[in-house]
């Protein structure tokens, strides 16, 4: 059908400078901006990454993550993939993208290129990092805990979920909670009758460095659970570490203003839809007297002259 | 006369011999941590003790335990004829069936110095390797950097394949059993290349640790395995 096919290619452009074809339909920030990184007390832009420190002191999660957890996860571990990101962009295509554009233009649907481990890396780092806090844990409230319990039944059910996944990644990879919004997982299919309902908490695994950017999630929480995030402050028993996690570093407000961001981001993008849908149709000259006219025709004059039989 | 008594005979031997009361019940086998032939300590320098007893006692140790949970679990599933079990345990097995086939010959794999441990293959072994890869050294190189290059858990294995007589360096991820990457591998040597092998010394560095470990590689059981496989 003319009226779809012309949604779609719409929907998809080509960068002239890149050469690799961002869906915008499939992510919603997608823009060819480049990621400014602001040095303190300097107007020097630079298109290279930079190792962003965590938003407290190293010593700061002790005793439930030790200081010299975060000298090597941080200092050696976080710094090597920003390092390597950063000696594998220079003079490409992926210089001065963002971040997360990197991610999914390496994600590359599947058939993974290979800056895309540095770069999914670094950035799960950076949101672990902004995940925690020194005197962490509780219980959400408001917005949150309402998905919580309306998407998991109850806030331990939630936890019990979370740390199940994070327990049952086998070998290296992530647990999330993330924000699942309003599609079918059909390629290109849209909800014809989006409600609230639709979109929705979901608790999800990943191996590796793989984050739900990907597929499309908005993340609000992540526990790394690499041997390496707890190996010297647990050894082998990652259960506990994530127990300790939850009861005593997670940011809840941090994961509550992501949700905000997130419902908007995701409200923002209906509109565009929908605004996108009603250009369409609009962008269409059909005469008022054949509105009856089940025949689709892309009429090119306002003439009263249809050629509907 | 002559039937009642052989019936007879039969019903108390069906009494007195329980397996025969289910039929499908096989006793199931369970698996125990095979003991190391050499003591923790007996790796250092190359190998911490400390890591030798987390990676023996605890690591492998839990392979083994859950292996069995989820034999067990099978087990139960096959007979109650429930496939949507018996599928959905197929990962618990190989993650753990896995790690413990992986281990078991891992710890065969090493030795300490004074027994063997880091002298170079002769024999058989080393003329294939010579000739397949030029020198030990060259496999060692060639070997670490698929072992240092290896995203996140995983072994690197040198194997044969008993098909073709032909040596093969193989990663495998997770706990994937070398013979995944192709029926006919047998695995001589493997290095394992999970952090838990090498954070509490190492750190992040782990190429030190592959540089490191081959002072303990026992080559003559990687040997016997290559004669046998090759005879």
Known sequence: MAATTSMVTSLTFTIPSLGFRLPTRSYPCVKPQRRFVRKAASNVITATYELKAPPYPLNALEPHMSRETLEYHWGKHHRTYVENLNKQVVGTDLEGLSLEDIIIVTYNKGDILPAFNNAAQA???????????PGGGGKPSGDLLDLIERDFGSFERFIEEFKSAAATQFGSGWAWLAYKANRIDVENAVNPWPSEKDKKLVIVKSPNAMNPLVWDYFPLLTIDVWEHAYYLDFQNQRPDYISVFMEKLVSWET??????????????????????????????????????DDLEMYVDNDNDDSEAE | MALRSSVTRRTLTLGLNSTM???????????SLPDLPYDYGALEPAISGEIMQLHHQKHHQTYITNYNKALEQLHEAIQKGDSSTVVKLQSAIKFNGGGHVNHSIFWKNLAPIREGGGEPPKASLGWAIDTHFGSLESLIQKMNAEGAALQGSGWVWLGV???????????????????????????????????????LQYKNVRPDYLKNIWKVINWKYASEVYEKECA
């Open chain 2, 161 to 199: 394949n008993k098909e073709l007589k032909k040596l093969v360096i193989e990663t495998t991820p997770n706990q994937d059993p070398l013979v995944t990457k192709g029926p006919h591998l047998v695995p001589l040597l493997g290095v394992d290349v999970w952090e838990h092998a090498y954070y």
């Open chain 2, 21 to 31: 009361l289910l039929p499908l019940s096989r006793s199931l086998q369970t698996f």
């Open chain 1, 123 to 133: 950035w799960n780092h950076d949101f672990f990092w902004e995940s925690m806090k």
């Open chain 1, 255 to 292: 994961v509550n203003t992501r949700l905000e961001k997130a419902k908007a981001r995701a409200a923002e993008r209906e509109m565009e839809e929908e605004r996108r849908r009603k250009e369409e149709e609009e962008g269409k000259p059909t005469n008022e007297e054949d509105d009856d």
